[in-house]
């Protein structure tokens, strides 16, 4: 089993920034891969950023390659999503999740097999 805490929402202005956290329990990660999911009002969860434990490879959505930014401290076993220039379509309910057997897919929700409980984010415009 694997725990996952997600932190650091809040209410923000649009051009503000966001640093949210994702720490781990459980397992000891080793080739797993985290990742972040957000989910709007009325939309389906959508792939925000992943990265790979051992290496640190990144991979973004297309949507947020230049603002987003993913990163993991492996001592804490956290990993951080910065947010910048956020943007009101940026609000969403945001999920970190972990895919513990990665197949080299990494954009699929249904890959990850451990998930948060979520943070909000919501940007005023």
């Known amino acids: 089993q694997v725990q996952l805490a997600e932190s650091g929402g809040g209410l923000v202005q649009a051009g503000d920034s966001l640093r949210l956290s994702c720490a781990a329990s459980?397992?000891?990660?080793?080739?797993?891969?985290m990742g972040w999911f957000r989910q709007a009002p009325g939309k389906e969860r959508e792939f925000v950023a992943a990265?790979?434990?051992?290496?640190?490879?990144?991979y973004y959505a297309d949507s947020v390659k230049g603002r987003f930014t993913i990163s993991r401290d492996n001592a804490k076993n956290t990993v951080y999503l910065q947010i910048n220039s956020l943007k009101p379509e940026d609000t969403a309910v945001y999920y970190c999740?972990?895919?513990?057997?990665?197949?080299?897919?990494?954009?699929?929700?249904?890959?990850?097999?451990?998930w948060g409980q979520g943070t909000q984010v919501t940007v005023s415009s």
């Open positions: 999740a972990v895919d513990t057997s990665p197949s080299g897919r990494y954009r699929y929700a249904y890959d990850y097999d451990f």
């Open positions: 459980g397992r000891t990660f080793s080739r797993y891969v």
């Open positions: 990265i790979m434990w051992i290496g640190g490879i990144t």
